[in-house]
Nanobody
Framework: QVQLAESGGASVQSGGSLRLSCEAT??????????VGWFRQSPGKEREGVAN??????RYADSVKGRFTVSRDNVKNTIYLQMNNLTREDTAIYYC?????????????????????WGQGTQVTVSS
């Protein structure tokens, strides 16, 4: 069982930056044992994957590539999402999620249905 807790959401102006954190608690394991993803959901839209960290490799959705960076601190069992050059289209609730590494391959890396454990989400609002 993995428990995840996001923090760092805020209201920022377009062009600004935020860093989200996701602290993981996994008794008997470290977060390095899991594939970790960042997802977001806006009102009226489906939840979408934006970034993924799996076995030392980070991957990004096209909509955030070049602006978002995911990283992981295995000592602190924390995953970060650095978001730069934010736009109004980035406004959403952001969630971190984890799944066992074997579940994470190909397109499944960005599929919410493949992730077993979820945080409660943190709101990011970008205004012009």
């Amino acid at each position: 069982q993995v428990q995840l807790a996001e923090s760092g959401g805020a209201s920022v102006q377009s062009g600004g930056s935020l860093r989200l954190s996701c602290e993981a608690t996994a008794p008997g394991y470290t977060i390095s044992s899991y594939c970790v993803g960042w997802f977001r959901q806006s009102p009226g839209k489906e939840r979408e994957g934006v970034a993924n960290f799996d076995r030392g490799v980070s991957r990004y959705a096209d909509s955030v590539k070049g602006r978002f960076t995911v990283s992981r601190d295995n000592v602190k069992n924390t995953i970060y999402l650095q978001m730069n050059n934010l736009t109004r289209e980035d406004t959403a609730i952001y969630y971190c999620a984890a799944t066992p590494v074997p579940n994470c391959s190909g397109g499944a890396r960005f599929a919410p249905s493949k992730f077993n454990f979820w945080g409660q989400g943190t709101q990011v609002t970008v205004s012009s």
